[in-house]
């Protein structure tokens, strides 16, 4: 089977598309952050995003590049949350109508913002089922295209435009920090970062409980694991799609882990110091940073993508008071 894996050309093609309708959001700068690191930090806010996440990137490039024909048809997805809400926003911005397949226990605020952007939830139990295999009976009956949350070449493309935005904006890095889950994210960053910063070294980070990304790099396969625990809710994925997979063993230096008391911390670094909401699995690039699992060199040049900013309220204030 051959796989035709995106290339910079697509990321640079869905920026187009993206200008004027996705945030260009801002890029964050700290003292703190440097002082406590040695290195000159910057955070790309996508927690600043339509809908909160970066995910919008992905979900209306994808959109955008449907046919008339699948338009009128609409569009299914499976997803944790932020997917979700970026499907549903950008169907009701493009007139395309959207079911979005989700688990029982997703968190109670991304579940109701996709309702209010005019999407049709449908349940399934995440420790019982497969999403595919209900997104695929779904469609059976419906003919509805599949807009998967990752493993997608118009979806990894979107994902690539924050990180391409942040090397434009502050040029070239010596590091790039991406927060891992099915890899969309950091394969559309690792791809923009190959042209315009082809030194730079890019590294994901996934929770410590849900490492397949690791295990799948170092293996040099896909390793499918069973469903995580971990609060980082956004990265919960199971195993690495083909395609994202095919970029990051070719572009992606390495997978690291952190655990959730690193992500709480780093959640309250935000909050207190730089004024932010960030959510447990935006907060995954930079928790390794802070925390260690990448050491790097005095003043080097690092790049961290914020990958998005939903969380529960009550959640959150529970995080933020934990000693
Ligand atoms: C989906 C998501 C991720 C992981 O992105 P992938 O493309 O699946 O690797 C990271 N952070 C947030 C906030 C997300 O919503």
Redesign the pocket.
Known sequence: MSLVLPTYEDVASAAKTLKGVAHRTPVLTSATADRLTGAKVFFKCENLQRMG?F?FRGGYNAIANLSPEQRRAGVLTYSS???AQAIALAGKLLGVATTIIMPHDAPAAKKAATQEYGATVVSYDRYKQDREVVAREIQEKTGMAIIP??DHLHVIAG?GTAALELLEDVGELDYLLV????????AGSALAASVLSPKCKVFGVEPEAGNDGQQSLRKGEVIRIEPPRSIAD??L?LYLGQLTFGVIKQRVKDILTVTDPQLIATMKFFAERMKIVV?P??CLGAAALMHGALPVEKGARVGVIL??GNVDLAAYAGFLTQS
Request: glycine letters at 34%.
């Open positions: 996440a995910k949350g932020n997917h949350p990752y994902q927060c891992l889950g099915g890899g969309g994210l950091l956004g990265a994925t959510e699995t935006g990958s998005g």
